[in-house]
């Protein structure tokens, strides 16, 4: 194909250590500091090893996460993926299904092949891919559908921004796990659609969404919970996300300005430097529509941050994050985690607005809080993050029928209407940090053995 930028080869390294498969512990874990990953600085000498933590961890990724996707969510009569599965792994048939899971299962197993190197990861994340190409793909306009109906015809051809950037995140990874050269072309194309029709070249940012034909909509919403507006927090947040993982794989200069500017318009206009919360939805001009506060989205930004700046290699830019990550940390720690080491899910300047616990911000915490811990030194930041995985092995794993509950209330009971699998429920958060935690960790280990 032919490229509007200049493109250049690169190989992204993501080392992993394979652990045979072990029970996972349902205990507290020892308290340490930090040794140095990817330029992160040491402090002090490790005094504890967290190797408990990471075991843990890698034992939930390898025997409960990744095998559950593969056994109970394939759709062996289409070759494609079940919608939704009730907690009893009931298959819910008849429901859309999304371009967003699919996306987010190819990113998944993309990722865990390329750290494992096991088969069965690579013929999931082949799946998904066919499944993407095959399904969602708008040959015509470019990009990808929000969702089809169960038969596989589309239902809504919608190119919504959040969605297109799943695609890059997800096309990137399973080029640099399997150097297939058609899924780099493809998130390429992707992004080049994205900076010509979706980039606001006026007060910088993406606006949310189109019609199929990249023609402006009138409801912009991601979901129905949604608010109506034409930049948000959430979608800016993943575009950034997408396009590092695709600099990493494809260091184009034009993608490169892309990027730099993104994390600008993340650090200045959607956080608050003053509160170290992001602003959830804006008009284009970058006034706030909502003074809601999203916890998980809150510590999420603060690592992809520091990724991305990571990414750039720009010294001051990498400050300027780990310094932000530090602040976000510490917000989170005070006004958004319970005792019990729980994420609630939204708060406001009045206090917490909603206080269940869903699956994604307590998974997004554990990264978090171990890039504050590696970031500063400091034990606390690793003790965070051993609470909220203490939460998680608690009341989010499902022992008896496998992956993660989607959430509890604030009390800890669980919300028995919420699915297992679908339209938003993926392997991607857990999947994700459970793949972070153990390079993190493991980097910790090999620090203290030297």
């Known amino acids: ?242 396009y590092t993982r695709l600099l990493q794989v494809w260091p184009d200069a034009g993608l490169r300005v892309a990027l730099r500017e993104l994390v600008e318009v993340m650090m200045a206009r959607i956080v608050d430097a003053r509160t170290g919360h992001l602003g959830l939805f804006f008009t284009n001009d970058w006034r706030p529509t909502s003074d809601k506060i999203s916890y998980g989205h809150d510590i999420e930004a603060a690592w992809l941050l520091t990724r991305a700046a990571d990414v750039l290699g720009e010294t001051d830019l990498i400050a300027r994050t780990r310094l932000l990550a530090l602040k976000i940390a510490d917000v989170t720690l005070a006004e958004g985690t319970d005792p019990d080491g729980g994420i609630v899910n939204l708060g406001a300047p009045g206090g917490i607005v909603d206080g269940a616990k869903e699956w994604w911000p307590q998974a997004e915490a554990v990264v978090g809080f171990l890039n504050a811990w590696q970031i500063s030194g400091e034990a606390r930041y690793l003790a965070a993050a051993e609470n909220t995985w203490e939460f998680i092995a608690t009341r989010l794993i499902d022992r008896e029928h496998g992956e993660w509950f989607r959430g509890v209330t604030r009390e800890g009971q669980l919300i028995p209407t919420h699915e297992k699998v679908g339209f938003w429920k993926c392997p991607y958060h857990n999947g994700r940090m459970g793949l972070e935690a153990v390079v993190r960790l493991r980097a910790v280990a090999d620090s203290a053995r030297s």
């Open 1 to 242: 194909m032919r490229y509007l930028w200049t493109k250049a080869p690169f190989c992204g390294v993501w080392l992993m250590i394979l652990f045979s498969e072990i029970k996972i512990p349902r205990r507290r874990f020892a308290s340490g500091v930090p040794g140095p990953l990817n330029g992160l600085p040491t402090h002090v000498s490790p005094s504890v090893s967290p190797s408990d933590l990471l075991h843990a961890i890698e034992a939930d990724l390898r025997g409960n996460i990744l095998p559950f996707w593969i056994r109970h969510v394939v759709n062996a009569s289409t070759r494609t993926f079940h919608g939704q599965l009730s907690n009893s792994l009931a298959v819910e048939a008849g429901v859309e299904r999304g371009a967003l899971l699919t996306s987010r299962i190819l990113w998944t197993y993309a990722a865990a092949f390329r750290a494992y190197g096991d088969p069965a990861y690579r013929e999931m994340a082949d799946l998904a891919h066919a499944d993407l190409l095959g399904r969602f793909h708008d040959v015509q306009h470019g990009g990808f559908f929000w969702s089809v109906n169960a038969d596989g015809t589309v239902k809504r051809d919608r190119k919504q921004v959040y969605g297109q950037a799943f695609a890059i995140y997800a096309l990137s990874e399973y080029h640099a796990a399997t150097g297939d050269r058609r899924a780099l072309d493809q998130a390429v194309a992707v992004l080049l659609l994205l900076e010509r029709h979706a980039r606001e070249r006026v007060h910088g940012g993406y606006l949310e969404a189109f019609a199929r034909d990249w023609s402006p909509i009138a409801d912009m919403r991601l979901s129905e919970v949604d608010q109506n507006d034409p930049k948000s927090q959430n979608t800016m947040l993943h575009v950034m996300e997408a």
